[in-house]
């Protein structure tokens, strides 16, 4: 197997490490507080500023998933309901996350068991259904499922389907959800075993379906089919007048004396549908997904689509090009000084401080001193991470502002977060455009702040299919939460 460690050289070691001044004050820090804490170089960390020359004026109120692995629809989400603030000229809107979850967990629920049926030849130890059975009811998902569950289930607003115990933490109800799966993927396998035709493994599947409708709607509480819109607008909205009415707050109230009337928007038994198509006027399919993975095997130039992920069956495919890094900034920035904010992917916990008291909301590469705490060289470029499993995409959050330097290039971002107004500063972080262009890797805009030439080779370049266990999905992060 090769050679064992030799106790006489661990005890060399001992000595050799006890004999440094330096080795124990970076012993006493490291045991004294987090590795983080110990590492941080205030000196740096204070010459961040969240200042910013481009950033939406309008950004929201902070939102936050909580105990759950939805950051992919909080973003998508916090993006979208941009184009509703601005059509309803208020200064924040949230759509219902619970409804996109319950949808989003009964289309997984479908496409698993899609994939089972027609996995259904191979082995049970096969790495396709392994990897079926292992990911296919899990809180994580891609821009893409968002856009597919808007333009098939329509938006709500959050007062229409609060968030509920399951949405705010998913364990126990994904624990369920995982277990009636697995249950029905092993009765599908035996049934067709056993010599079940196609048609009635569809119709057990349909069964099937019906007692996860039932788990999720226990959970999350039922989807509104229909339901009334009652929102105060500003003096812009663009919606019909003969549908806003002027109220004005009554004289007995002391309160009432210098109150301006209130324009109440009123839209009744309107469905989701309606409700996205009137009142979020964007198009869910006009996006690029953009991705910057360098590496001999991941050419840039060349689009991927991930096998067995899609999460709507007949949705739009997942679908990435990837393009320098350079790029990724080129367009973020064009969306940015649009006014439309930017939804975006990056390895968050990288260098991240993000539990020590102070500079908690700042993303950099010269930050965080890990090398000089342990006196140890941790650099390694974004390739080889990427070939080592060093890295990938983890959670999806949403550029707000971008501060430029003398040539145009960005300096750092504003980043808006969906772990609550207490996480970061204010909900907000800074990262610096190096940090991002190591640990980031995904941008997703409208085709219109797409360079043309970068846009022909996402509608032109033959996409290439990759399974979930390749480098580049593990790259691009097959359970972003």
């Known amino acids: 197997m090769g050679k064992a460690l030799d106790p006489d050289w661990a005890a060399q070691q001992n000595q050799e490490f006890q004999e440094s001044r330096a080795n124990h004050i970076a012993r006493n820090a490291g045991t004294a507080t987090n590795v983080m804490q110990a590492a941080r170089d205030t000196s740096v960390m204070r010459t961040y500023h969240d200042t910013y020359g481009i950033s939406i004026s309008?950004?929201?109120?902070?939102?936050?998933?909580?105990?759950?692995?939805?950051?992919?629809?909080?973003?998508?989400?916090?993006?979208?309901?941009?184009?509703?603030?601005?059509?309803?000229?208020?200064?924040?809107?949230?759509?219902?996350?619970?409804?996109?979850?319950?949808?989003?967990?009964?289309?997984?629920?479908?496409?698993?068991?899609?994939?089972?049926?027609?996995?259904k030849d191979l082995p049970y130890d096969d790495r396709s259904v392994c990897e079926i059975l292992d990911n296919g009811m899990s809180d994580g998902g891609y821009y893409s499922f968002a856009m597919n569950l808007i333009s098939k289930w329509g938006l709500v607003p959050k007062s229409a389907m609060p968030e509920t115990a399951a949405s705010k933490n998913s364990s126990e109800m994904d624990a369920q959800l995982n277990r009636l799966l697995h249950r029905d993927a092993g009765i599908l396998r035996k049934a067709y075993k056993d010599g079940a035709s196609e048609e009635l493994l569809e119709s057990q599947k349909g069964d099937m379906l019906?007692?996860?409708?039932?788990?999720?709607?226990?959970?999350?509480?039922?989807?509104?089919?229909?339901?009334?819109?009652?929102?105060?607008?500003?003096?812009?909205?663009?919606?019909?007048?003969?549908?806003?009415?002027?109220?004005?707050?009554?004289?007995?109230?002391?309160?009432?004396?210098?109150?301006?009337?209130?324009?109440?928007?009123?839209?009744?038994?309107?469905?989701?549908?309606?409700?996205?198509?009137?009142?979020?006027?964007?198009?869910?399919?006009?996006?690029?997904?953009?991705?910057?993975?360098?590496?001999?095997?991941?050419?840039?130039?060349?689009?991927?689509?991930?096998?067995?992920?899609?999460?709507?069956?007949?949705?739009?495919?997942?679908?990435?090009?990837?393009?320098?890094?350079?790029?990724?900034?080129?367009?973020?920035?064009?969306?940015?000084?649009a006014g439309v904010p930017v939804s975006f992917s990056c390895d968050v916990m990288q260098q991240f401080p993000r539990h020590i008291e102070d500079y908690k909301y700042i993303l950099s590469t010269d930050g965080i001193d890990l090398d000089g705490l342990f006196n140890v060289e941790f650099k390694m470029d974004r390739a080889s991470m990427i070939d080592m499993r060093e890295t990938s995409l983890?959670?999806?959050?949403?550029?707000?502002?971008?501060?430029?330097?003398?040539?145009?290039?960005?300096?750092?971002?504003?980043?808006?977060?969906?772990?609550?107004?207490?996480?970061?500063?204010?909900?907000?972080?800074?990262?610096?455009?190096?940090?991002?262009?190591?640990?980031?890797?995904?941008?997703?805009?409208?085709?219109?702040?797409?360079?043309?030439?970068?846009?022909?080779?996402?509608?032109?370049?033959?996409?290439?299919?990759?399974?979930?266990?390749?480098?580049?999905?593990?790259?691009?992060?097959?359970?972003?939460q």
């Open 394 to 480: 983890t959670h999806a959050m949403t550029f707000e502002g971008v501060e430029l330097n003398e040539n145009g290039a960005p300096k750092a971002w504003r980043i808006e977060n969906s772990w609550g107004k207490d996480q970061g500063k204010d909900g907000y972080l800074i990262a610096s455009a190096d940090w991002f262009h190591l640990y980031g890797g995904e941008v997703i805009v409208r085709r219109e702040f797409v360079d043309p030439e970068i846009l022909k080779a996402w509608d032109e370049t033959p996409v290439e299919d990759v399974t979930p266990w390749s480098g580049m999905a593990q790259a691009y992060g097959r359970n972003r």
């Open 58 to 119: 309008k950004t929201g109120d902070i939102t936050n998933q909580r105990q759950s692995g939805r950051c992919w629809m909080f973003s998508a989400f916090n993006v979208a309901r941009h184009a509703a603030m601005d059509y309803l000229d208020v200064d924040t809107f949230e759509f219902s996350q619970a409804y996109g979850m319950f949808y989003d967990k009964l289309e997984k629920a479908n496409a698993m068991l899609e994939r089972i049926i027609e996995t």
């Open 210 to 337: 019906d007692e996860v409708y039932r788990v999720l709607a226990i959970c999350l509480g039922e989807p509104p089919a229909k339901f009334d819109l009652e929102v105060e607008v500003g003096p812009n909205c663009k919606a019909e007048e003969s549908k806003i009415q002027e109220v004005t707050p009554k004289p007995e109230h002391e309160d009432a004396k210098d109150s301006k009337p209130k324009r109440i928007l009123r839209d009744f038994d309107i469905t989701p549908l309606e409700f996205a198509s009137h009142y979020a006027p964007f198009d869910p399919n006009d996006y690029v997904d953009l991705v910057s993975m360098p590496g001999d095997a991941r050419p840039y130039g060349h689009a991927y689509h991930l096998t067995l992920t899609d999460s709507v069956v007949d949705g739009k495919p997942n679908h990435l090009l990837n393009v320098k890094s350079e790029e990724l900034d080129k367009t973020a920035i064009a969306s940015l000084k």
